[in-house]
Nanobody, 115 residues
Framework: QVQFVESGGGLVQPGGSLRLSCAAS????????MGWYRQAPGKQRGLVAS???????SYANSVKGRFTISSDNAKNAVYLQMNNVKPGDTAVYYC?????????WGQGTQVTVSS
């Protein structure tokens, strides 16, 4: 059974930075790709960034150039470095497979961008 636990969220001012972490209970090496997702109030959850087991990355247009996804297979962890954050980045952030499995969603971590 796989579990993902997200951490690192908080309150940050516009233009600031945060680093989110996702810890997997099992080895993530066997997963083809992982993704960070976010859900803002009243909106559907959507993919923000993804990374393959080979390290190839992809980003939503809204975060391209500001967010960086990375992984540490030895630590079974995936990270999301968020720079120059904007109020529109306010959401609960989750990690899951690139093709998400419903049973793998964790509690997420809240990111609030506000002055």
């Amino acid at each position: 059974q796989v579990q993902f636990v997200e951490s690192g969220g908080g309150l940050v001012q516009p233009g600031g930075s945060l680093r989110l972490s996702c810890a997997a209970s099992g080895s993530i090496r066997r997963f083809y790709a992982m993704g960070w997702y976010r859900q803002a109030p009243g909106k559907q959850r959507g993919l923000v960034a993804s990374i393959t087991s080979g390290g190839s990355t992809s980003y939503a247009n809204s975060v391209k150039g500001r967010f960086t996804i990375s992984s540490d297979n030895a630590k079974n962890a995936v990270y999301l470095q968020m720079n120059n954050v904007k109020p529109g980045d306010t959401a609960v952030y989750y990690c899951n497979l690139y093709l998400p499995v419903d049973g793998y969603w964790g509690q997420g971590t809240q990111v609030t961008v506000s002055s």
